[in-house]
């Protein structure tokens, strides 16, 4: 097994490069344009359809399932086109059709502009996530993106409770137009960053991925904390009717700050002892908050339950990543950053379009408590990577 003990200062290779720097920027524009949006189109959908639970759940849902889609056929459109292709035009799929999300809102329309806006996420997130690992040293991997999980979450936890209290004071119409401008404004980042893996070897594609039981392991952990995410930052603004916006935007912000902070942590936990380690505690974390979130009559456990669960999420967002990359080659950086995401979207698309029909037939406490158990399902997978990765070789 790849030994993760942190090496001496002296040895240790700089993190921070001019490159990694310029990714920052495209980083920082594509989660401030996903995240200021994520809650708010929901919103925005229940407010001019009338509709209930379900109508916001197929908003996220649409938004997430083609981002899915478009996650397994980046490394393709990467191998073909490079890097900046895959960015620029990432970008532009992301930032552009925000602009018309206020020109009608039919459920049809909404639907069509959030999958428009999923495909370009898809193409940020795999292509970006791929660049950024070969810009990363091994040796400092779990640390890397750890911080690169903080270049990405300070933007989350800003723009995602931002966004709704925006909407609630200046309308949905400037929130759509800043959604835009910042995916659109991180283009100019492009050009200056690699176009091609400079790496050799025969590339690991994403089917035989799916069949590698060392990466299939994390990604299943990680797919049951994302169901828990879509269903928070889609559901949480309805479950809670009679709280103020006040303390949804708090649990939003609580949420995100608890996640950036625990990536950070587990990032250099996971280099000094191996990330595998943490896939239980992280798991665990994150089912305890979700069951803590049903108690949606008190904003003070809504709050807690919100943050643990944000904890438990961030661990498992840094443990699995770390986890995968170190299990290939650089060559198969792109299938790793494929399953990753496509573990991330497609748990949040499956979670909030399932939720909301749940909801509906149970109501949002039972459902949440609901959700919990499910998430714990995967403690099979993750105890199993556990004990393969202790043992000896």
Same mark, same amino acid.
């Given at each position: 097994m790849l030994n993760f003990q942190a090496e001496g200062a002296a040895s240790r290779p700089p993190l921070v490069t001019r490159p990694l720097l310029l990714r920052f920027v495209s980083i920082i524009g594509a989660s401030t344009s996903f995240y200021l949006l994520l809650s708010v189109v929901p919103l925005y959908a229940e407010a001019t359809t009338g509709g209930h639970g379900d109508t916001a759940g197929l908003t996220t849902g649409a938004l997430m399932l083609a981002t899915v889609g478009g996650e397994l056929a980046t490394p393709r459109f990467v191998a073909r086109f490079g890097y900046r292709l895959a960015l620029v035009v990432g970008l532009v799929l992301l930032g552009a059709p925000a602009f018309a999300l206020s020109l009608s809102g039919g459920a049809l329309w909404i639907a069509a502009v959030c999958a428009l806006r999923g495909l370009g996420f898809a193409l940020t997130v795999v292509a970006g996530g791929a660049l950024t690992a070969s810009l990363i040293p091994a040796e400092r991997r779990g640390e890397g993106l750890a911080l690169v999980g903080i270049v990405s979450g300070v933007p989350s936890l800003v723009a995602l409770p931002l966004g709704v209290?925006?909407?609630?004071?200046?309308g949905y119409g400037p929130v759509f137009a800043a959604g835009a401008v910042a995916a659109l404004a991180a283009i100019v980042s492009v050009p200056g960053l690699p176009d091609r893996d400079q790496t050799s070897g025969r590339s690991l594609g994403v089917t035989a991925g799916f069949r590698t039981a060392a990466l299939l392991r994390p990604t299943l952990v990680f797919a049951a904390t994302a169901l828990a995410a879509g269903i928070l930052v889609t559901f949480l603004p309805l479950a809670v009717p009679s709280a103020s916006a006040g303390v949804i935007a708090t649990a939003l912000f609580a949420q995100s700050a608890a996640a950036t902070a625990a990536r950070w942590v587990a990032g250099r936990y996971g280099d000094r002892h191996g990330p595998a380690a943490l896939l239980l505690p992280g798991l665990v974390l994150a089912a305890a908050g979700t069951l803590l979130t049903s108690l949606t009559r008190s904003p003070v456990a809504v709050v807690i339950g919100v943050a643990l669960f944000g904890v438990g999420f961030g661990v498992t967002q840094n443990a699995t990543l770390t986890l995968m990359y170190a299990r290939v080659s650089a060559s198969g950086y792109g299938t790793v950053s494929a399953l990753w995401n496509f573990?991330?979207? $497609?748990?949040?698309?499956?979670?909030?379009?399932?939720?909301?029909?749940?909801?509906?037939?149970?109501?949002?406490?039972a459902a949440f408590a609901l959700t919990a158990a499910l998430?714990?399902? $995967?403690l099979v997978p993750a105890w199993r990577d556990r004990r393969t990765e202790n043992s000896p070789d």
């Amino acid at each position: 097994m790849l030994n993760f003990q942190a090496e001496g200062a002296a040895s240790r290779p700089p993190l921070v490069t001019r490159p990694l720097l310029l990714r920052f920027v495209s980083i920082i524009g594509a989660s401030t344009s996903f995240y200021l949006l994520l809650s708010v189109v929901p919103l925005y959908a229940e407010a001019t359809t009338g509709g209930h639970g379900d109508t916001a759940g197929l908003t996220t849902g649409a938004l997430m399932l083609a981002t899915v889609g478009g996650e397994l056929a980046t490394p393709r459109f990467v191998a073909r086109f490079g890097y900046r292709l895959a960015l620029v035009v990432g970008l532009v799929l992301l930032g552009a059709p925000a602009f018309a999300l206020s020109l009608s809102g039919g459920a049809l329309w909404i639907a069509a502009v959030c999958a428009l806006r999923g495909l370009g996420f898809a193409l940020t997130v795999v292509a970006g996530g791929a660049l950024t690992a070969s810009l990363i040293p091994a040796e400092r991997r779990g640390e890397g993106l750890a911080l690169v999980g903080i270049v990405s979450g300070v933007p989350s936890l800003v723009a995602l409770p931002l966004g709704v209290w925006l909407a609630a004071h200046v309308g949905y119409g400037p929130v759509f137009a800043a959604g835009a401008v910042a995916a659109l404004a991180a283009i100019v980042s492009v050009p200056g960053l690699p176009d091609r893996d400079q790496t050799s070897g025969r590339s690991l594609g994403v089917t035989a991925g799916f069949r590698t039981a060392a990466l299939l392991r994390p990604t299943l952990v990680f797919a049951a904390t994302a169901l828990a995410a879509g269903i928070l930052v889609t559901f949480l603004p309805l479950a809670v009717p009679s709280a103020s916006a006040g303390v949804i935007a708090t649990a939003l912000f609580a949420q995100s700050a608890a996640a950036t902070a625990a990536r950070w942590v587990a990032g250099r936990y996971g280099d000094r002892h191996g990330p595998a380690a943490l896939l239980l505690p992280g798991l665990v974390l994150a089912a305890a908050g979700t069951l803590l979130t049903s108690l949606t009559r008190s904003p003070v456990a809504v709050v807690i339950g919100v943050a643990l669960f944000g904890v438990g999420f961030g661990v498992t967002q840094n443990a699995t990543l770390t986890l995968m990359y170190a299990r290939v080659s650089a060559s198969g950086y792109g299938t790793v950053s494929a399953l990753w995401n496509f573990a991330f979207d $497609a748990g949040m698309g499956v979670g909030a379009a399932g939720f909301g029909l749940l909801a509906s037939r149970t109501g949002y406490p039972a459902a949440f408590a609901l959700t919990a158990a499910l998430m714990l399902t $995967a403690l099979v997978p993750a105890w199993r990577d556990r004990r393969t990765e202790n043992s000896p070789d």
